[in-house]
């Protein structure tokens, strides 16, 4: 039986590991970043898209179940951060934390949410960090969006 996961973030680092991992298990993997991904193999399909666009994130959720089948599990990997002290952390830096980190991953937890509810099976996984419970200085806007998707996640 052909399993679909969607991993946000799969580029590089934490969600390009996950991606190898499940290609590996015999997963069929649908990936998305801001950028293309030389990731390589006839089960994964990458979107270049910016989780914080609305549209894309419809037009992609719609086009993983038309192309693959509907999607079975979601990984909420993607984010971002800029380390600054809170005096000196502009406004962008705030919205570009928050669009991505926030709003990306509420949008594509929305859209799976759709699909998995009507089928009455899937999987969601929202990654977070453990700067949220640590308080560490220069990381308050990070934790703090991270603790935004831990509440998401509960409620």
Not at 49 to 55: C, K, L, Q, R, V
Not at 60 to 66: D, L
């Amino acid at each position: 039986m052909k399993r679909i996961a969607l991993i946000t973030g799969t580029r590089k680092g934490i969600g390009r590991r996950i991606a190898e991992y499940l290609l590996a298990q015999g997963w069929h993997v649908a990936g998305c970043s801001r950028r293309s991904s030389d990731l390589q193999s006839d089960t994964y399909r990458h979107y270049d898209i910016d989780i914080s666009a609305e549209t894309a994130v419809i037009a992609m959720v719609r086009r993983i179940k038309r192309d693959l089948g509907p999607i079975d599990a979601l990984i909420n990997n993607a984010g971002t951060a800029s380390m600054n002290h809170l005096l000196l952390t502009p406004a962008s830096s705030y919205r570009s934390i928050f669009d991505t980190n926030v709003l990306g991953s509420f949008l594509v937890m929305r859209e799976c949410a759709k699909q998995m509810s009507r089928r009455k099976k899937g999987r969601i996984i929202n990654f977070s960090t453990v700067a949220a419970a640590m308080d560490l200085e220069g990381e308050a806007l990070y934790a703090a969006s991270k603790s935004a998707i831990e509440s998401l996640t509960r409620i």
